[in-house]
C-alpha cells in the first residue's frame, strides 16, 4: 500500500476509533452493558467494512489505476449495502441495544467517510508523473521546436 493511502487509512481509521469509544461510553451511560455491547459492535463493523474496503481498493486499483474512480464507486456502494443489511439483519435483536447500534453504525460511517474525504484531499497526489520520462531514459523530442 503507497503511503498517501496508508496516511489516508490511519487519518480515517483513527478519529472513527475515538468516535467508536465516545459512543461507547455515551451508550453504556444511557442504556447500560447492553447499549456497550452495541456501540462496539456497530464501531468494529463499521472499521471492518471500510478498512477493508480501502485495501481492497488499493488492490484492484494498484495494477489498473484507470479504474480508480469506478472501483471506488463500486467499493463504496458495497459499503454502504452491507452496513443497510446489517441494519435490516439486527432490526429486531435482544442481544444488544439496537439503538445504541444504530446510531453508532451510521456515526462511525459518517466519521469515517468525512475523515477519508480529509485526507485525500490533503494528501498531495500527483495526476501526472514528473518523473515518468527520467524512469524511462528517455529525453523529451524537440519536435514541437521551431528554430
Not at 489498473?64 to 443489511?85: G, R
Request: proline share 3%.
Amino acid at each position: 500500500m503507497p503511503s498517501t493511502d496508508a496516511r489516508i487509512l490511519r487519518g480515517a481509521a483513527i478519529p472513527t476509533a475515538v468516535a467508536g469509544i465516545i459512543a461507547m461510553a455515551i451508550s453504556f451511560a444511557v442504556a447500560g452493558g447492553k447499549g456497550l455491547l452495541g456501540a462496539l459492535i456497530g464501531a468494529v463493523l463499521v472499521m471492518a467494512f471500510f478498512a477493508f474496503g480501502q485495501v481492497a481498493l488499493d488492490r484492484l486499483t494498484r495494477s489498473n489505476p484507470h479504474i480508480l474512480m469506478a472501483a471506488a464507486l463500486m467499493v463504496y456502494m458495497t459499503q454502504i449495502l452491507l452496513v443497510a443489511v446489517v441494519l435490516l439483519v439486527f432490526k429486531d435483536t435482544e442481544l444488544f441495544n439496537r439503538q445504541a447500534f444504530a446510531f453508532t453504525l451510521i456515526g462511525c460511517v459518517l466519521v469515517w467517510t468525512g475523515f477519508q474525504v480529509r485526507g485525500a484531499l490533503k494528501a498531495k497526489t500527483f495526476y501526472v508523473d514528473p518523473n515518468a520520462s527520467e524512469n524511462k531514459g528517455d529525453k523529451p523530442s524537440d519536435s514541437g521546436r521551431q528554430q
